[in-house]
C-alpha cells in the first residue's frame, strides 16, 4: 500500500515568507508525528496528532510554527516569516495506533531551504 | 541531556566484516521502547525494530542482531557479513511511556556506516 507523503519534497523560499508543508499519512493510521532534523542530526521531535487533536506541542521551536489536521487525516506544517535557522529537513510520520510505543513510519520528508 | 547516544559518528568497514552500531539510552521510566531506523543515501528513514524494556531477548533477522542490556542501558545493533547496500546512516530512539510524552521518538545523532568493496 502507499506509504507516507509529503509535499513538495523540496521548498526554497526567501526569509521573512511563509510555508506550508503538507503530510499524507498511510490510510487508517490514527497518529501523526511532524519531526525535524538538521544535517548530520537525529530527528527532533514538533508536535503531534491524535486523529484530528493536536495532543502535544512542545517541541514547536517558537509561534511561528503551527500545525493542523482538520480531518484527521493529511497534516499541514506551516511556518510564518522563515529565517534562515528554519532551513532543515522536516519529516512526517504516521503509525497506526493511538499515541504510544508504536513503530512511526516516515515520509519522504521535506528539505526546506530560506535564502 | 541526550535521552540516547550514539557515540559512533562514523564507522568504516570492509565488506564482509562484521560491525556492531553502539547506543546508550538515558530514562526514568521503567516501561520503554527502543527503535533503530535506517536512512540509506536516498533519504528515507526505514524502520527496523522495536523493543520494549521487559524484553531482553535478543533478536535476530538475517544478518542483523541486536543486543538489549537493561544493565548497561544499551539497546546495540551488529550488521554481519556486512554489504555495501548496508551503508547508511543508522538511528537509535528511544520512546517513553509517560503521559506528557508518549509516543514521541528522542533519536541519537546517528552513525554513519559505510562498507567499502
Known amino acids: 500500500g502507499a506509504g507516507v507523503s509529503q509535499s513538495p519534497r523540496y521548498k526554497v523560499t526567501k526569509r521573512g515568507q511563509d510555508v506550508a508543508l503538507r503530510c499524507d499519512p498511510i490510510s487508517g493510521h490514527v497518529s501523526l508525528y511532524w519531526y525535524r532534523q538538521a544535517l548530520g542530526q537525529g530527528p527532533e521531535f514538533l508536535t503531534y496528532?491524535?486523529?484530528?487533536?493536536?495532543?502535544?506541542k512542545s517541541g514547536l521551536p517558537n509561534d511561528r510554527f503551527s500545525a493542523e489536521r482538520p480531518e484527521g487525516s493529511i497534516s499541514t506544517l506551516t511556518i510564518q516569516r522563515t529565517e534562515q535557522r528554519d532551513s532543515a529537513m522536516y519529516r512526517c510520520a504516521s503509525s497506526p495506533g493511538a499515541p504510544g510505543p508504536y513503530e512511526q513510519y516516515f515520509g519522504p520528508g521535506t528539505r526546506l531551504t530560506v535564502t | 541531556a541526550q535521552k540516547v547516544t550514539q557515540a559512533q559518528t562514523e564507522i568504516s568497514v570492509v565488506e564482509k566484516e562484521d560491525v556492531t552500531l553502539d547506543c546508550v539510552y538515558e530514562t526514568r521510566d521503567t516501561t520503554y521502547y527502543l527503535f533503530w531506523y535506517k536512512q540509506p543515501p536516498s533519504g528515507e528513514l526505514v524502520f527496523l525494530i522495536r523493543?520494549?524494556?521487559?524484553?531482553?531477548q535478543n533478536e535476530i533477522s538475517g544478518r542483523y542482531s541486536w543486543n538489549f542490556q537493561k544493565s548497561t542501558s544499551s539497546f546495540n545493533f551488529t550488521i554481519t557479513a556486512s554489504q555495501v547496500v548496508d551503508s547508511a546512516v543508522y538511528f537509535c530512539a528511544l520512546s517513553e511511556e509517560r503521559g506528557s510524552t508518549l509516543g514521541r521518538l528522542y533519536f541519537g545523532r546517528g552513525t554513519q556506516l559505510t562498507v567499502w568493496p
Open positions: 496528532f491524535n486523529y484530528e487533536a493536536q495532543q502535544d
Open positions: 523493543r520494549n524494556s521487559f524484553d531482553e
